[in-house]
């Protein structure tokens, strides 16, 4: 038995919240680890080839996600000291998947989105993104959206989205064919939130990094 996972169920009953702040450059490891975990469970369970490998290869994934902590994008979430999820934010849209007239609607992105599986089912990864959406529209006050890119052939995440309010937008593809090419979009939250979030951001203790 997985009693890591076990004793992680146990902390996720015990825990009314969840504690978020930007993840540390020296954190890389911590942030692909939990993307290589969900990697894994896709892998086993699902018909996608999301993140069997890392693209466009491990050193150019490695350099892309360092690039996302030096510039402060990347946050990660935590149970007690355990870290179970991340999500990257950033305020402009890749310039080939989404088009100008797009992109002239001012959005918040979100990328590398991933909650440890011992969490699912509770609605932690919709607080996520909801929390995501809200700290992206503070940083950049006219923005109206939530845009995400979901590998293309990821059907069952297409559906999740969906089901969390997304609308379709587009399949396209890039220059660099890059395979996350479905596009998905979805109003902002209201902030303050609806409902009391699980979620909380801890102040920073010192500046480590460039503004979003």
């Known amino acids: 038995m997985d009693t890591d996972t076990r004793g992680r169920r146990r902390s996720r009953a015990a825990h009314a919240s969840y504690r978020i702040r930007r993840a540390r450059p020296d954190e890389l490891d911590v942030v692909l680890g939990l993307i290589d975990h969900a990697a894994d469970w896709l892998r086993s369970q699902k018909n996608t080839s999301q993140w069997a490998r890392p693209w466009p290869s491990p050193d150019g994934r490695r350099k892309r996600v360092y690039e996302a902590l030096l510039d402060g994008q990347t946050w990660l979430l935590f149970d007690g000291e355990h870290p179970i999820g991340t999500v990257s934010i ?29 969490y699912a089912g509770g609605g932690l990864g919709a607080e996520l993104i909801d929390w995501a959406g809200r700290k992206g529209a503070s940083l950049q006050r006219n923005a109206e959206l939530i845009r995400i890119d979901v590998w293309t052939d990821n059907t069952d995440l297409h559906a999740y989205y969906r089901r969390q309010g997304f609308e379709d937008v587009a399949i396209r593809t890039t220059s660099d ?36």
């Open 177 to 212: 064919k890059t395979p996350s090419g479905a596009l998905f979009q979805k109003p902002l939250p209201p902030s303050p939130p609806a409902r009391p979030s699980r979620i909380i951001e801890e102040a920073p203790l010192e500046a480590h990094y460039a503004p979003v």
């Open 90 to 118: 950033k305020l402009i849209g890749h310039e080939e998947l989404w088009t100008p007239e797009e992109r002239r609607t001012e959005a918040v992105y979100l990328h590398r989105l991933v909650v440890d599986r011992a």
